[in-house]
């Protein structure tokens, strides 16, 4: 009778932990699905007369970054975003409600929001979600703000 050679332990071992940790991953797949995905935050609050806005914590931990590109270029602008602000006081989400026209800002205006930290606000006196208008001014000194375009015509003079 012939002996079938037993492959060595060590060499089986990392095809074997694989196979296992493909498997546990196909679980938690299939078990994310049939419950319907991550569990869910509640839904976040707006603003409203029976709510109280998150208080500003951190006055001089972080400040946004006027990147030096954009320096170099002049380009100034206002950003304005909306934030969710998580009960822990953190930022969860940033979303630019309206651009400054130039990517860098925009991108330095995000960065600075997720460093923010609130006092989160509260609705019925416990602390929940909530959206937040963050605004961002980049202006350089000594440069003169640019001057509204025009809006009428298909064409505008610069």
Request: with cysteine; glycine share 6%; net charge positive.
């Amino acid at each position: 009778m012939r002996q079938r050679e037993v492959p060595n332990d060590s060499a089986a071992r990392p095809a074997l932990h694989t196979a296992v940790r493909a498997g546990a991953w196909v679980v938690c797949v299939a078990l994310l699905v049939a419950c319907g995905g991550p569990p869910k935050s509640p839904a976040p609050f707006e603003l409203t007369d029976s709510s109280a806005p998150p208080q500003f914590l951190n006055f001089n931990e972080c400040r946004p970054i006027y990147p030096a590109e954009a320096k170099r270029n002049a380009e100034q602008g206002r950003v304005e975003m909306r934030v969710l602000i998580e009960t822990s006081g953190t930022i969860s989400q940033v979303e630019i409600a309206k651009s400054s026209g130039f990517p860098l800002l925009d991108q330095a205006a995000q960065s600075y929001a997720r460093c923010l930290r609130y006092e989160p606000g509260r609705k019925d006196g416990r602390a929940v979600p909530m959206w937040f208008d963050v605004p961002v001014n980049f202006m350089l000194q000594g440069v003169r703000a640019p001057e509204a375009l025009p809006t009428t015509g298909w064409a505008h003079k610069m």
